[in-house]
């Protein structure tokens, strides 16, 4: 009969120690990240540029091998996807509407994404080893990765839970 006030105080600590923060349990971390969950963005960048600094266009596939890496890579994957479906369909849009086709990235941000306008197109945030890129050639919102920053948050992550 001694388990029960065991099992309440420790769900009371539990539960004061996520109310605190628990900043002595959470990892140390030199690589920024950025919220997403619940988050908008409007800042696509021009791929040209991108891809010469060392962005990599994804191939929108999930990698992921273990279970919940399995249900977070689905979420990632998804989530620009439908963006880019919004995108699509807008171009498609404006370009009958307007009986022309977008052919530079300044077009693409004034007509389709209208940043800081009411009637612009809210992305889905993305990790922050992702952005979003617009490719004038195919006409196609992608997803650009940073392969470092990626890299260097994979290790963290993995030192922080012990696997390295």
Do not use: W
């Amino acid at each position: 009969m001694t388990f029960r006030p065991l099992a309440t105080l420790a769900v009371g600590l539990f539960v004061a120690c996520l109310a605190t923060g628990c900043e002595e349990y959470k990892p140390k971390r030199t690589v920024k990240s950025r919220d997403t969950v619940g988050k908008t963005t409007q800042v696509v960048r021009n791929i040209k540029g991108e891809v010469e600094k060392g962005a990599k266009v994804t191939d929108g596939k999930n990698h992921e091998t273990d279970y919940l890496g399995a249900i977070a890579g689905a979420y990632r994957t998804a989530v620009p996807q439908i963006a880019a479906l919004r995108v699509k369909s807008d171009i498609a849009l404006y370009e009958a509407a307007n009986d022309t086709k977008i052919k530079t990235y300044e077009e693409f941000m004034d007509n389709i994404i209208k940043k800081g306008k009411p009637d612009g197109i809210m992305l889905p945030m993305l990790p922050f080893y992702q952005e979003y890129g617009y490719d004038p050639d195919t006409q196609e919102l992608v997803v650009l990765e940073y392969p470092e920053l990626k890299k260097k948050y994979d290790e963290e992550t993995d030192k922080a839970v012990g696997r390295k």
